[in-house]
């Protein structure tokens, strides 16, 4: 016993009890350095929208290229048909009426009235199991129509998605929603489910080359998602992609809360064979494409898709 009396096991015991109380800190200083950032990612918001149809049974595999858009609900009838249809998601322009009541209505620009406002419009949707993407083409619909959203969330099952134009981009002729102002309207205490869609505004020509998003595009985008919570979308016109992969390649890699929406002009020149090579390099659940019903036939003819 008395073994553990000598001084030189004392001062071993002391030695090691030192040794342990400092590895503690280091370690205790570990934890509470990395607890503000682990915070952070639980609060980051993955986009659910495939988890939802899957759960659903309306789509097999985990794959955005299974979603289908319905176009332009702006109407009664066309909401009536986009609820009837197969598609998955339902998407529909917003403004302000023209004219008193000057509430959001259902309606793209030159247009400045609509037969459905967007309260009537999501009392629609909130009877069906689909999901939505609301299309903002004026700053002023966007706090308002927010308001109406939040005051129905509880009863909607499908994802929601909130589109703007928020950057100028490649031939962009049209305004831009201001980005801060969009954002700030869009995003609200009860808002961090939602999908937000944020593009820039385009052009495209026949006959001429047409440039794509240049890396001062992407990174202006990058500047402004960064700071966000919510997933993340960005639209991008399928007669750009082929001039800017790289672009969007590094726009992707920024955060894993960021995916892609191709989407393509009425009257655009496109080889739907083009987009198998982002197919082939972007993640099957992170490149979603909303085409015109044509063109997602050939696509889905062909192998690979
Ligand atoms: C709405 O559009 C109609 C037809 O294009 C036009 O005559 C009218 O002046 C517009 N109203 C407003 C308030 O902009």
Known sequence: MDIFYRPSVIRLLRVRGIVLILTGSVLLCFVVNLMPETTEISTAMKDQTLEYFLSQGKIGVNDAADIQWAHAANSRTKMTEALQSSAHMIEADILLRGHDPKEPIMAHPPENDSDISLRDWLKAVQASDKGIKLDFKSLQAVAPSMALLDGVRSEL????????????????????????????????????????????????ASDTDNPGYSWEMVREMEAVCQPLRQSVTFPVRAALMAQSFPQLQWLLQQSDRYSLTVWTGQTDVLDVEDLLTYRKHIDKTRIYYDLLDTQRAKLGA????
Do not use: C, Q, R
Not at 169 to 193: I, N, Q, R
């Open 157 to 204: 099952s499908g994802p929601v998605w909130i589109n703007a134009d928020i950057l100028p981009g490649p031939g962009g002729k049209a305004t831009p929603l201001d980005p801060k102002d969009f954002v700030e309207a869009a995003v609200t205490p009860v808002s961090h489910g939602d999908v937000l869609s944020l593009g820039w505004t385009t052009g495209w």
């Open 302 to 305: 062909l192998p690979g898709f």
